[in-house]
């Protein structure tokens, strides 16, 4: 298996654009999760799916950031609009039950 | 919410050298995870631990779940364990959520 796969690796955008993140689990992983990292906050949980379904979405930090799964092979994490403190990196990861399996992230400049 | 606390924060060490990285949490825990994000930034599995002893290669960890520690040893280090290493843990009362520690950054010197 290929692993995780994030898309697009690096991402610059300026203040108040839209910016849409993409990822590919593992096939036949039923979890997958959005983490964002920061140097000040470091690794936290946005939001967590368990069959396509959002499970717990209360680390989404506001109504700028949304995450969909429309089938078990994609899911997206949409910010609209951008604002600098958006900057980070974001890790896709997926987990069949317990072990969480990550991508290589999106580093994401918001300029 | 759950404490994960790690130590030491920051390690330098000679290649060669062996070190010992700790975990700790607050709460109860079903699962923990080791990882190694390296230079490049990528978060590498190494331990899916939820508790006793596992070995792979120069590296093995011990989970002691009921006194609430986990242990990273590094033998024999080189410079391509430099990185940042991270614990995760997922407690008991809240399935799959993984909560992360800070990290410790070891800095392995050829």
């Known amino acids: 298996d290929a692993g995780v796969i994030q898309s697009p690796r690096h991402e610059v955008t300026e203040m108040g654009q839209e910016v849409t993140l993409r990822c590919k689990p593992i096939s036949g992983h039923d979890y997958l999760f959005w983490y964002r990292q920061t140097m000040m906050r470091g690794l936290e949980l946005l939001i967590y799916?368990?069959?396509?379904?959002?499970?717990?979405d209360s680390g989404m930090p506001e109504d700028r950031f949304s995450a969909k799964m429309p089938n078990a092979s994609f899911s997206t994490l949409k910010i609209q609009p951008s604002e600098p403190r958006d900057s980070a990196v974001y890790f896709c990861?997926?987990?069949?039950?317990?072990?969480?399996?990550f991508g290589p992230g999106t580093r994401l400049t918001v300029l | 919410g759950i404490q994960v606390e790690q130590s030491p924060p920051d390690l330098i060490l000679q290649e060669g050298a062996n070190s010992t990285l700790r975990c700790n949490f607050s709460d109860s825990v079903n699962n923990l995870q080791w990882f190694h994000q390296n230079p490049w930034g990528q978060l590498i599995n190494l331990f899916y631990?939820?508790?006793g002893t596992k070995q792979n290669g120069r590296l093995s960890a011990t989970t002691v779940a009921t006194e609430r520690y986990s242990l990273l040893y590094i033998s024999s280090s080189q410079t391509t364990d430099s990185g940042v290493y991270f614990c995760?843990?997922?407690?008991?009362?809240?399935?799959?959520?993984?909560?992360f520690g800070s990290g410790t950054k070891l800095n392995v010197k050829p």
């Open positions: 995760a843990v997922e407690v008991t009362y809240n399935f799959n959520k993984f909560y």
């Open positions: 631990i939820p508790s």
């Open positions: 990861a997926s987990s069949p039950l317990n072990e969480q399996f």
């Open positions: 799916f368990n069959n396509n379904v959002p499970i717990d």
